[in-house]
C-alpha cells in the first residue's frame, strides 16, 4: 500500500465521525470511463479497490488496474492480477511446515552469506492451533480433559517450534490451543469487515481481505470478507510480501429465493447447493450469492454455505455486506463505533447490498428455490452426493452394491438384523473406554456389529458448529429424546466437538448440554476433530469385528470432507448431515433405516418412537437462541483469546534469529528444500525418460495423495518411527507430522484406499517398479527410480486433487521425483501447489485421455518443449513401449501465467523469493 500514490485520482478522504481517512474510491474508475463498476459483482469490486490501493508501478500497475475495471461477465482479461490481501490466516496443521520452510529459508540465507532477518513476514499472519486435538476420550465429562493433556504430550515439538516463530518473526500473531476453530475465530473474532491502518503517516480505509492456508478460509465470505484457501506454499510467498497472482475469475451469480420449510436445516441447503453448483462446474470461478433469499439467512446461515465452497468447487462463495453483516458484528461484541465505520465505507464504495441496489452483472447465473430443499445428507464418499433423507436406505444398499461391491445376500442379511434390533431383539455389546489412564467401563453383553452400523456420531467442523440454529436444534432433539427414553446405540462413538467456546456457553446457559451428555455428546475438545480424521480409535473390539468380517460400517459427521479413509481407516461409509440428524443417527444406531418411516429407536414400554416425535420445530429453536445468544459471551470468550492453557505458557521455547535443528527430532526437521541451493537460475530443458509411478482414476483427493488422520505400526510412516525409537502409541496423526519430511515422504501416496492401476490387484500405496516389473510400495519405488537416476510422472483422471489445501501432497510428490503430472483436470489449489514446488502440472487435451490415446502407465516418457514453455501452451508428449513402439500426443502446459512459468523454472514459489532476495532483488 503506498500513501504517496494516487492512481486515477482515486485517492479521497471521509469523515467517520471519529476522525478523517483516506480511501481509494472504484467509482473514480467508472468516472472516467474505465468500466461499468456500480454494475460490478461485489466480490469484483473488492479486487479491484485492492489493486487501485496497491498501485507502485512495480508490484502493482495502472495496467493491472484498468485490466480490471475493464472486467466483462461473458470475457475475462487474458491478463492476470497481483492479489495483495490485507492479512493471511493459518492453521497449526498447515502453520508448522510454514514456520519450518521460513527457519529453513533464514538457514540457507545464512549459509549462503545473507541476512536471515530479511526472511520475515511483511503481511501480518494470524495462526490458529485448532487442527491437533484427537477424540481419545469421549462420553465422560472428563474427555475434554483428557484429550487436551495428550494433545500436548504428542505436540510439545510442534508447539515449541510455533512459540519461537511467534517470538523470532514479525507480523506473527498465534492462537493457543483450546480456544476454537480458526475459521469459527475469524468469523467471531478476527475479521473486521473493514480495516484502518496508517500508512506513511495517513490512516487508510480498506476491506478486509485474506487468503488461508486452509481450503474453508472461504467461510469469511458470509461476512462480505474476500478470502479463499491457497496452497501452504503460496501463502508463505504471499507472507514474505509477494501478490498473488490469480486469473481474473469468472463469477457465477446464485439467486436464493423462497424460504425453507419447517425441519430443513441450513444444512441441508448447503449440501443441495454443494450438489447443484458441483454439477454446474465452478472449480476456478467465483460464487456471489444474490436475490431476496438472502434477506431470510442468517449470518450463520450464510457462513454454512460459504464454509464449504471447496466442496462445490468454487474460489469463493461470497455473499455481500448488508444489515445482517452488521447484526452479526454487534451481536458477536464487534465495537458499535466499528460497526459504524463498516457501513460508512461500505456505502461509500458500492459495497453495501440493499434491496434497491442494482443487481449486479454475471458471467452465468444458477438459482435455487429455497422452499424446494428437504432434509438430506450426502455419502457415502463425496460431499456432492446429496441423498434426501427418505432415500438414505436404499441409497445404502446401492453404496453396498456399487460402490462398496457386496452382494445382494450380504445387504439384505444386514437389513433385516438391524429391522430386528429395531423391533425389540435383544442385543449385548462389550464396550471399553480407549485409554488406560481412565476408568474403564465395560458390558458383559456383545452385539454383533454389521456393515451399515454407525461407529463413529460426530457433532464437529467449522461447517456447522458456527450455527446456533443447528446446535440448539441438535440439544433440543437430544432433550425430546431422552424424555422419551432413548439411548444411543453403545457401539457408537459420539463426540461434541465445538468450532467455539462460546457454544458450549450457550449450551449450558440454554440447560441443553445436560441432555447432549445424557446421549454420550460430551465436550472432547475445541478444535478441528473428526472432520480432518481426527476421530481417534474406534473401540478396539468393534474394530476387530469389523477387521474380522471386513465390515463396511459407517459414520455420521456434521462436517464438510468425507472422502473415503478421512474420517477414519477401518470406516469406509461417511455420511455429512445436520448436528439433530447426526444425534438421530446415532441412537437409531445404523444408517440401514428410513427414519422417515421407521422408528428412530423404542422407548422402556417398547412403543416405538419416530423422527418427527422428537424433532424441535423451527420457533422454539428460534426463542432459544434470542433469549440465551447475547455479545457478552462473545466479549468474554474473546477477552481472553490469547490466553493460552498452563501446559502452554510452561513451554521452554528458544529464543534466536536462527531455529536450532534437532537431527533427533522426530516432528521437526529442516527441509532439504534450500540445501545445497544454487542462486544462479539452472537451464530448464525437456523432461526425459520419466517413468510412471503411479496411473489414478478420476477424483484422486488430497488425502489420496497426502493422507491426514492416523496411521498404523505396519505403514511405512509407522515403521520410520519406530526405527527412531516412538512407540505406536505415541505416532500421533500425519498432519502433526508436517515438519518431518522422512515421515510425510512415506505417507505421500500412502493412502490404503489408493487404486494404482499399475498394480490392479491390489488396494493402497503400491506400484510396479517398472524395469524389473515388481511390485513394492510408492515410496520403495521412488527411492529406487531416485537412486538409478530416473525421473517420474503421475497420470490421473478428472479433478485430480480434490479436497483440502495441503502443501504436503505437492511437497510428497515433489521429494518422491515426481517432475510431471498429466491429467484430465486439476483442482485449484493443487495445481498451484504442484507449480508452487517445480512440479509441472499437464493437462490432456480437450476430449483426449490415457484410456482415449492407449496409454498404458508402462512407457517411457519424453515431455518436450520446455524450454520454449509459455502459459497455457501446448507441449509434446511422446511415449514409448517395452518394444519401441511410440506414440506422440500433445498436452497443454497449466502454467496459467508468466509469474507461473518464473516460478517454475526457478523450482517453485519459494525458490524464486529466495534466489530474489540473495540476488539482492526487490521480493
Not at 501452504?232 to 420449510?261: C, T
Not at 459420539?494 to 449450551?507: D, Q
Amino acid at each position: 500500500m503506498n500513501a504517496d500514490m494516487n492512481p486515477f485520482g482515486s485517492k479521497d478522504v471521509i469523515d467517520t465521525g471519529k476522525g478523517r481517512v483516506n480511501i481509494y474510491r472504484i467509482s473514480r474508475l467508472e468516472e472516467i470511463g474505465l468500466g461499468n463498476i456500480s454494475h460490478f459483482p461485489y466480490s469484483i469490486k473488492i479486487l479491484l479497490e485492492a489493486l487501485l490501493r496497491h498501485v507502485d508501478g512495480l508490484l502493482v500497475t495502472e495496467e493491472d488496474v484498468e485490466s480490471l475495471a475493464r472486467w466483462n461477465p461473458k470475457k475475462m482479461p487474458e491478463r492476470e492480477i497481483p492479489f495483495i490481501p490485507a492479512r493471511v490466516l493459518l492453521q497449526d496443521f498447515t502453520g508448522v511446515p510454514a514456520v519450518v520452510d521460513l527457519a529453513a529459508m533464514r538457514s540457507a540465507v545464512e549459509r549462503l552469506g545473507g541476512d536471515p532477518a530479511k526472511i520475515n513476514p511483511v503481511i501480518p499472519a494470524d495462526l490458529v492451533i485448532d487442527h491437533s486435538i484427537q477424540v481419545d476420550y469421549y462420553g465422560t465429562s472428563y474427555a475434554r480433559a483428557y484429550n487436551e493433556k495428550k494433545e500436548f504430550e504428542r505436540n510439545h515439538e510442534r508447539y515449541t517450534v510455533l512459540r519461537w516463530g511467534q517470538n523470532a518473526f514479525d507480523n506473527f500473531r498465534i492462537i493457543p490451543p483450546g480456544r476454537g476453530i480458526v475459521h469459527q475465530v475469524n468469523l467471531e473474532y478476527l475479521a473486521s469487515v473493514v480495516q484502518v491502518k496508517k500508512v506513511n503517516g495517513e490512516p487508510v480505509a480498506f476491506p478486509d481481505t485474506l487468503v488461508g492456508m486452509d481450503s474453508h478460509t472461504t467461510m469469511i465470505n458470509s461476512l462480505g470478507v474476500l478470502g479463499w484457501g491457497v496452497g501452504g506454499i503460496e501463502a508463505e510467498a504471499v507472507m514474505l510480501g509477494q501478490p498473488y497472482h490469480m486469473p481474473v475469475p469468472k463469477v457465477v451469480g446464485f439467486r436464493l429465493y423462497g424460504d425453507l420449510k419447517e425441519g430443513v436445516t441450513a444444512t441441508d441447503l448447503v449440501l443441495t447447493i454443494t450438489q447443484i453448483l458441483r454439477k454446474h462446474n465452478v472449480v476456478g470461478k467465483f460464487v456471489e450469492f444474490y436475490g431476496q433469499g438472502l434477506n431470510t439467512l442468517s449470518l450463520p446461515d450464510r457462513a454454512t454455505i460459504s464454509n464449504m465452497a471447496p466442496e462445490y468447487g468454487a474460489t469463493v462463495g461470497f455473499f455481500p455486506i448488508d444489515e445482517e453483516t452488521l447484526n452479526y458484528l454487534l451481536m458477536t461484541g464487534r465495537k458499535r463505533e466499528h460497526v459504524n465505520l463498516v457501513k460508512l465505507y461500505a456505502m461509500e464504495q458500492g459495497l453495501f447490498r440493499t434491496d434497491e441496489s442494482p443487481e449486479p452483472l454475471f458471467s452465468e447465473t444458477l438459482e435455487l428455490d429455497m422452499s424446494n430443499v428437504e432434509p438430506s445428507l450426502a455419502g457415502p464418499r463425496r460431499p456432492q452426493d446429496r441423498i434426501p433423507l427418505d432415500e438414505m436406505e436404499a441409497s445404502f444398499h446401492k453404496a453396498m452394491e456399487e460402490t462398496f461391491l457386496r452382494k445382494k445376500t450380504e445387504v439384505e442379511a444386514d437389513h433385516e438384523f438391524h429391522r430386528w434390533l429395531g423391533e425389540g431383539g435383544s442385543f449385548r455389546v462389550e464396550h471399553k473406554h480407549i485409554g488406560g489412564e481412565q476408568p474403564s467401563a465395560k458390558y458383559e453383553m456383545k452385539v454383533p456389529v454389521k456393515s451399515g452400523s454407525i461407529v463413529i456420531a460426530a457433532i464437529t467442523s467449522c461447517t456447522n458448529t458456527s450455527n446456533p440454529s443447528v446446535i440448539i436444534g441438535a440439544g433440543l432433539l437430544a432433550k425430546n429424546a431422552v424424555e422419551r427414553g432413548l439411548k444411543v446405540k453403545p457401539y457408537v462413538k459420539t463426540s461434541l466437538a465445538p468450532g467455539s467456546r462460546v457454544v458450549s456457553e450457550y449450551l449450558a446457559n440454554s440447560g441443553l448440554m445436560p441432555y447432549l451428555e445424557a446421549l454420550g455428546f460430551h465436550l472432547v475438545g475445541y478444535g478441528c476433530t473428526t472432520c480432518i480424521g481426527n476421530s481417534g480409535p474406534i473401540p478396539e473390539n468393534v474394530a476387530r469385528a469389523v477387521k474380522e468380517n471386513n465390515l463396511i460400517v459407517a459414520s455420521v459427521l456434521s462436517g464438510n470432507r468425507n472422502f473415503e479413509g478421512r474420517i477414519n481407516p477401518l470406516v469406509k461409509a461417511n455420511y455429512l448431515a445436520s448436528p439433530p440428524l447426526v444425534v438421530a443417527y446415532a441412537i437409531s444406531g445404523t444408517v440401514d433405516i428410513d427414519l422417515k418411516t421407521e422408528p428412530v429407536g423404542y422407548d422402556p414400554n417398547g412403543k416405538p418412537v419416530y423422527l418427527k416425535d422428537i424433532w424441535p420445530d423451527q420457533e422454539e429453536i428460534r426463542q432459544v437462541i434470542k433469549n440465551i445468544i447475547k455479545p457478552m459471551l462473545f466479549e468474554k470468550q474473546y477477552s481472553e483469546i490469547s490466553d493460552g492453557t498452563e501446559l502452554w505458557e510452561n513451554l521452554k521455547v528458544p529464543s534466536g534469529k536462527l531455529y536450532e535443528w534437532d537431527n533427533e527430532s522426530t516432528y521437526i526437521q529442516e527441509p532439504p528444500f534450500f540445501r545445497d541451493f544454487p542462486v544462479k537460475l539452472p537451464e530448464k530443458g525437456d523432461l526425459m525418460g520419466l517413468r510412471v509411478l503411479a496411473y489414478l482414476g478420476d477424483s484422486i483427493t488430497t488425502d489420496h495423495i497426502s493422507p491426514a488422520g492416523e496411521f498404523s505400526q505396519d505403514a511405512l510412516a509407522g515403521q520410520y518411527l519406530i526405527s527412531c525409537g516412538v512407540a505406536p502409541e505415541d505416532f500421533n496423526s500425519f498432519g502433526s507430522r508436517r515438519g518431518n519430511h522422512d515421515v510425510m515422504m512415506r505417507g505421500t501416496f500412502a493412502n490404503i484406499n489408493l487404486r494404482n492401476r499399475l498394480v490392479p490387484d491390489k488396494e493402497g500405496g503400491w506400484t510396479l517398479y517398472l524395469p524389473t516389473r515388481e511390485k513394492m510400495t510408492i515410496y520403495d519405488a521412488a527411492m529406487l527410480y531416485k537412486k538409478n537416476g530416473i525421473p517420474l510422472a503421475i497420470i490421473a483422471g478428472k479433478e485430480y486433487g480434490t479436497g483440502s489445501s495441503r502443501d504436503w501432497a505437492a511437497k510428497g510428490t515433489c521429494l518422491l521425483g515426481v517432475r510431471a503430472v498429466i491429467a484430465e483436470s486439476f483442482e485449484r489449489i493443487h495445481r498451484s501447489n504442484l507449480v508452487g514446488m517445480g512440479v509441472l502440472p499437464l493437462q490432456f487435451m480437450k476430449g483426449e485421455s490415457a484410456d482415449t490415446l492407449g496409454i498404458n502407465g508402462d512407457e517411457v516418457l519424453d515431455i518436450l518443449g520446455i524450454s520454449n514453455i509459455e502459459p497455457g501452451g501446448e507441449l509434446r508428449v511422446v511415449a514409448r513401449d517395452e518394444n519401441g513402439k511410440e506414440k506422440t500426443f500433445n498436452v497443454m502446459a497449466r502454467l496459467d501465467s508468466l509469474i507461473e512459468v518464473e516460478f517454475y523454472r526457478n523450482g517453485g514459489i519459494l525458490h524464486t523469493f529466495l534466489r530474489n532476495i540473495l540476488s539482492n532483488k526487490r521480493s
